[in-house]
């Protein structure tokens, strides 16, 4: 088994490794971030006679950033599954356990199946109840429920890519993940125009269409992947001959998996709340759901990154390599860091231009261009954070980055913004981000640091009693 894909996380220099596992994911998460940027402006040109009569060209886009918390809770629950089965493959493999591996893949899909059965019924009877809780304007409403209806109750394709692709970035394979998003993306990129306003025999469709052109492209993406693991060999197998449902691979997943699901859906929840809390602030809700939407072209590289930086501490915490566990948190820290400042930088220097690509007023675009630059200085101190949650979760502690992430997210972010809010109006609540993730890297740095000790101190220990111990002369 040494030529297997997966023993180059034992091997290859640490700097390389990292570069060699998550440039792909860093590229495919990029086109990902520009789809959701061109997505947005595409929308933004949209509008109809009499949206325009009514003074309300700006409904379509409007719409589209109140649909986006919804949305972004199917992507939180299709990650956890994927990560889950990712964090405790990666480990099997660590240990050289690949028939658990193999097993631990069939329950991921099994679970992937089921959740996105489920979301058909969360898209239909949940969609017009989360528009109707920003908005009275029936016309918004209209164009949400229509546009989350189809995105949600038709997730099923992204749940089976995203764990498959997950199931694979556990072997070290990084390559297909990566053309799967960038065939999912590009689809839809090149959908959208002729879906939103018509092309030749396609009629306009308008919101509709871009929640179509979504579908399509998840669709894709999951057929290439599915694909590649029918047809290539791969250092783990899936299939469903025999197969029986059993807690302990069920449990592995959702151990690591529930709280991943918890801790990305607080980034739902919290933007909720947030768009809650300053709905009555013409243009507020629009600039932060512009800003959620370019933000992503900075955050999204670093995810990818963290795509390959979590097979890879998995597999050192499961062999007990406590030197290249750490040389991987530190060099990813770095890495991670380095991203979002260049980020920030940008939003410092040229935020103005990036929001008028969505025609906003002279009044929003005042209000975003003071958000983008305050928000940015948040940017670095987040490295810490998500750096830190993907080693909780390669050691299988998902429960202590969910801690953490609750914390960062209803306990300092939410609580700020309504303090903030309160004292100083809106004009102050841009600067809840850096007050919420300063907090977290100042109070959780100690007890990371504590806990991945202690979790290498007992895996040793497990190893070492698993050796075979020398026999005494007689």
């Given at each position: 088994?040494?030529?297997?894909?997966?023993?180059?996380?034992?091997?290859?220099?640490?700097?390389?490794?990292?570069?060699?596992?998550?440039?792909?994911?860093?590229?495919?998460?990029?086109?990902?971030?520009?789809?959701?940027?061109?997505?947005?402006?595409?929308?933004?040109?949209?509008?109809?006679?009499?949206?325009?009569?009514?003074?309300?060209?700006?409904?379509?886009?409007?719409?589209?950033?109140?649909a986006?918390?919804?949305?972004?809770?199917?992507?939180?629950?299709?990650?956890?599954?994927?990560?889950?089965?990712?964090?405790?493959?990666?480990?099997?493999?660590?240990?050289?356990?690949?028939?658990?591996a193999?097993?631990?893949?069939?329950?991921?899909?099994?679970l992937?199946?089921?959740?996105?059965?489920?979301?058909?019924?969360?898209?239909?009877?949940?969609?017009?109840?989360?528009?109707?809780?920003?908005?009275?304007?029936?016309?918004?409403?209209?164009?949400?429920?229509?546009?989350?209806?189809?995105?949600?109750?038709?997730?099923?394709?992204?749940?089976?890519?995203?764990?498959?692709?997950k199931?694979?970035?556990?072997?070290?394979?990084?390559?297909?993940?990566?053309?799967?998003?960038?065939?999912?993306?590009?689809?839809?990129?090149?959908?959208?125009?002729?879906?939103?306003?018509?092309?030749w025999?396609?009629?306009?469709?308008?919101?509709?269409?871009?929640?179509?052109?979504?579908?399509?492209?998840?669709?894709?993406?999951f057929?290439?992947?599915?694909?590649?693991?029918?047809?290539?060999?791969?250092?783990?197998?899936?299939?469903?001959?025999?197969?029986?449902?059993?807690?302990?691979?069920?449990?592995?997943?959702?151990?690591?998996?529930?709280?991943?699901?918890?801790?990305?859906?607080?980034?739902?929840?919290?933007?909720?709340?947030?768009?809650?809390?300053?709905?009555?602030?013409?243009?507020?809700?629009?600039?932060?759901?512009?800003?959620?939407?370019?933000?992503?072209?900075?955050?999204?590289?670093?995810?990818?990154?963290?795509?390959?930086?979590?097979?890879?501490m998995?597999?050192?915490?499961?062999?007990?390599?406590?030197?290249?566990?750490?040389?991987?948190?530190?060099?990813?820290?770095?890495?991670s860091?380095?991203?979002?400042?260049?980020?920030?930088?940008?939003?410092?220097?040229?935020?103005?231009?990036?929001?008028?690509?969505?025609?906003?007023?002279a009044?929003?675009?005042?209000?975003?261009?003071?958000?983008?630059?305050?928000?940015?200085?948040?940017?670095?101190?987040?490295?810490?954070?998500?750096?830190?949650?993907?080693?909780?979760?390669?050691?299988?502690?998902?429960?202590?980055?969910?801690?953490?992430s609750?914390?960062?997210?209803?306990?300092?972010?939410?609580?700020?913004?309504?303090?903030?809010?309160?004292?100083?109006?809106?004009?102050?609540?841009?600067?809840?981000?850096?007050?919420?993730?300063?907090?977290?890297?100042?109070?959780?740095?100690?007890?990371?640091?504590?806990?991945?000790?202690?979790?290498?101190?007992?895996?040793?220990?497990?190893?070492?009693?698993?050796?075979?111990?020398?026999?005494?002369?007689?």
């Amino acid at each position: 088994m040494s030529t297997l894909t997966s023993r180059k996380m034992a091997d290859m220099p640490m700097g390389k490794l990292i570069m060699n596992m998550s440039l792909p994911a860093i590229l495919s998460m990029l086109v990902q971030a520009l789809y959701s940027i061109v997505d947005s402006l595409y929308i933004a040109r949209y509008s109809t006679p009499l949206l325009d009569s009514l003074g309300m060209s700006s409904a379509p886009l409007d719409a589209l950033t109140i649909a986006f918390p919804m949305q972004m809770l199917v992507i939180a629950f299709a990650l956890g599954i994927g990560v889950g089965s990712n964090a405790f493959i990666s480990r099997m493999l660590g240990e050289k356990k690949y028939d658990e591996a193999n097993k631990t893949a069939q329950h991921g899909l099994f679970l992937a199946l089921l959740f996105g059965l489920i979301f058909i019924a969360v898209g239909l009877l949940a969609s017009r109840p989360f528009m109707e809780l920003y908005t009275s304007d029936p016309i918004i409403i209209q164009y949400g429920t229509s546009y989350l209806s189809i995105v949600v109750c038709i997730s099923m394709f992204s749940f089976l890519e995203i764990t498959l692709a997950k199931m694979l970035q556990a072997t070290g394979n990084m390559r297909v993940p990566m053309f799967a998003q960038l065939i999912g993306a590009i689809t839809n990129i090149v959908l959208d125009p002729i879906l939103i306003f018509g092309f030749w025999i396609f009629p306009e469709m308008g919101i509709k269409g871009a929640a179509i052109a979504t579908v399509i492209g998840q669709g894709a993406a999951f057929t290439y992947v599915l694909c590649m693991f029918i047809f290539k060999k791969h250092d783990i197998s899936i299939s469903f001959k025999g197969f029986r449902i059993r807690r302990k691979y069920l449990s592995a997943i959702i151990r690591v998996g529930l709280p991943t699901t918890i801790i990305n859906s607080l980034t739902s929840v919290s933007l909720t709340l947030v768009n809650l809390i300053i709905k009555q602030y013409a243009y507020a809700i629009t600039v932060l759901g512009v800003y959620c939407r370019v933000q992503s072209f900075v955050f999204m590289p670093v995810f990818g990154l963290m795509q390959g930086a979590l097979p890879i501490m998995s597999y050192n915490y499961g062999a007990g390599n406590r030197e290249r566990f750490k040389k991987a948190y530190i060099i990813t820290l770095l890495i991670s860091g380095s991203i979002l400042f260049a980020g920030m930088i940008l939003f410092l220097s040229v935020p103005e231009y990036i929001l008028m690509l969505f025609r906003l007023d002279a009044e929003g675009l005042a209000l975003g261009v003071r958000a983008f630059r305050i928000i940015s200085l948040s940017f670095v101190p987040a490295a810490f954070g998500i750096t830190t949650i993907i080693a909780y979760q390669s050691l299988g502690k998902g429960f202590a980055a969910l801690i953490m992430s609750l914390t960062r997210q209803l306990v300092f972010l939410v609580p700020t913004v309504a303090l903030l809010l309160y004292l100083t109006g809106i004009s102050g609540i841009w600067f809840s981000n850096l007050i919420a993730d300063s907090l977290s890297a100042l109070i959780f740095l100690p007890i990371a640091y504590a806990i991945f000790k202690k979790e290498f101190t007992k895996r040793e220990k497990v190893l070492f009693n698993t050796l075979p111990q020398p026999v005494e002369n007689q």
